[in-house]
């Protein structure tokens, strides 16, 4: 596989990468153009519901998005750590190896759904971006920089909650999920417990509230993905016209969907029944701590 590279105006162009920040970001990307470089559509961010807002924006023609940059016909996302410039060289080296781990192992969780239900694999290449970020005094920091493309299924692109649960799930390894199971009862229970752990900072405890209102329904979405998302077009997911009146779904995702409040009437309508009917409980109570 040929190497990709970061496209140098965006390394250029972005003090995105002079900022410190403990998890990943993440971005929309485009395909590698004919040198292999990679352009980054919109910015990084750290919040998941951000980003399905970028791709509201676009499929809805908002005021100041440019012309359609984002593929709908696959999802490709970018993922960006930071060893930030306090940490000594050798927790470099072991962040390094880290970071690879844990995309690993978020490749891992998303391939294992894929193919117990028959979608298309995602697959994962790190990009590379030596010799190209420098720090506000001018310094060479490529080294400090980790950027992963991970392209897949537009399944996932479907809806807001969707786009949703896949960066979940991509993300959880960051906050120690290890990712060591071998069937899917042992991943489901892997999911449970890591919802139960004790949390060491605000992220972890965040996606752990999140992930304890998801596990116990990720196979009713999966199971029922035809039903839920089948009936409609890509467009009528992120439109805010078939949400609660005067809600614009900023705040849409799956963890809305999974307590029973998602503003898309239709859809959660059509999951509260599926709930109902395979007695699954939705208790918008379980594992808050905000």
Same mark, same amino acid.
């Given at each position: 596989?040929?190497?990709?590279?970061?496209? /140098?105006?965006?390394?250029?162009?972005?003090?995105?990468?002079?900022?410190?920040?403990?998890?990943?970001?993440?971005?929309?990307?485009? /395909?590698?153009?004919?040198?292999?470089?990679?352009?980054?559509?919109?910015?990084?961010?750290?919040?998941?519901?951000?980003?399905?807002?970028?791709?509201?924006?676009?499929?809805?023609?908002? /005021?100041?998005?440019?012309?359609?940059?984002?593929?709908?016909?696959?999802?490709?996302?970018?993922?960006?750590?930071?060893?930030?410039?306090?940490?000594?060289?050798?927790?470099?080296?072991?962040?390094?190896?880290?970071?690879?781990?844990?995309?690993?192992?978020?490749?891992?969780?998303?391939?294992?759904?894929? !193919?117990?239900?028959?979608?298309?694999?995602?697959?994962? &290449?790190?990009?590379?971006?030596?010799?190209?970020? !420098?720090?506000?005094?001018?310094?060479?920091?490529?080294?400090?920089?980790?950027?992963?493309?991970?392209?897949?299924?537009?399944?996932?692109?479907?809806?807001?909650?969707?786009?949703?649960?896949?960066?979940?799930?991509?993300?959880?390894?960051?906050?120690?999920?290890?990712?060591?199971?071998?069937?899917?009862?042992?991943?489901?229970?892997?999911?449970?417990?890591?919802?139960?752990?004790?949390?060491?900072?605000?992220?972890?405890?965040?996606? &752990?509230?999140?992930?304890? &209102?998801?596990?116990? !329904?990720?196979?009713?979405?999966?199971?029922?993905?035809?039903?839920?998302?089948?009936?409609?077009?890509?467009?009528?997911?992120?439109?805010?016209?078939?949400?609660?009146?005067?809600?614009?779904?900023?705040?849409?995702?799956?963890?809305?969907?999974?307590?029973?409040?998602?503003?898309?009437?239709?859809?959660?309508?059509?999951? &509260?029944?599926?709930?109902?009917?395979?007695?699954?409980?939705?208790?918008?109570?379980?594992?808050?701590?905000?």
């Amino acid at each position: 596989m040929k190497e990709m590279i970061l496209h /140098p105006e965006y390394a250029k162009n972005n003090v995105n990468f002079n900022y410190d920040h403990d998890g990943p970001k993440i971005a929309f990307c485009l /395909p590698p153009d004919k040198q292999n470089r990679i352009r980054v559509v919109n910015y990084f961010d750290t919040c998941r519901e951000t980003i399905t807002g970028f791709l509201r924006a676009q499929l809805h023609k908002a /005021p100041k998005v440019k012309k359609n940059t984002i593929d709908t016909s696959r999802v490709r996302l970018l993922f960006y750590f930071k060893i930030n410039e306090r940490y000594k060289p050798i927790t470099v080296t072991r962040r390094t190896k880290l970071y690879d781990n844990n995309m690993l192992k978020a490749l891992k969780i998303v391939n294992h759904l894929e !193919k117990k239900y028959k979608w298309g694999r995602t697959n994962l &290449q790190k990009i590379s971006c030596k010799d190209q970020i !420098k720090n506000r005094q001018g310094e060479d920091i490529s080294d400090n920089i980790h950027l992963y493309m991970l392209v897949g299924s537009s399944k996932w692109l479907k809806s807001p909650q969707m786009l949703s649960l896949y960066m979940l799930l991509l993300r959880i390894p960051s906050w120690g999920l290890k990712a060591e199971f071998k069937t899917h009862r042992e991943f489901i229970k892997e999911l449970e417990d890591f919802s139960s752990s004790k949390g060491s900072s605000y992220n972890k405890k965040k996606d &752990q509230s999140y992930v304890v &209102q998801v596990y116990d !329904k990720l196979d009713l979405l999966f199971a029922n993905y035809n039903k839920l998302f089948g009936r409609r077009t890509l467009k009528s997911f992120y439109d805010k016209n078939n949400y609660t009146l005067g809600d614009s779904g900023a705040r849409e995702g799956v963890y809305k969907l999974c307590i029973g409040k998602s503003v898309d009437r239709d859809l959660d309508r059509r999951f &509260q029944i599926l709930c109902k009917e395979n007695k699954i409980e939705i208790n918008v109570k379980k594992g808050r701590f905000f």
